[in-house]
């Protein structure tokens, strides 16, 4: 769970620099509340992203495993 939340961290401080940029740019009153708000979102989405994604190569392990031990057998 620790490399999923380092992932997303690293892609968030990714997109937080653009994000910041742009909102700069644009938006100058309302910079912080849209820049914090967006990176939530977007951390949120990276946390789900990267676990189903971590699931899913767990799943393929296993798999894998199962069939090299079935295999040998024979």
Do not use: P, Q
């Amino acid at each position: 769970m620790s490399t999923i939340l380092k992932k997303s961290a690293l892609n968030t401080i990714g997109f937080a620099i653009c994000c910041l940029l742009i909102s700069l740019i644009f938006y100058h009153n309302v910079a912080w509340v849209r820049f914090l708000l967006c990176n939530a979102v977007y951390f949120m989405i990276n946390c789900v992203m990267y676990w189903f994604s971590y699931k899913n190569r767990k799943k393929r392990k296993r798999a894998a495993r199962a069939k090299r031990i079935t295999n040998t057998e024979d």
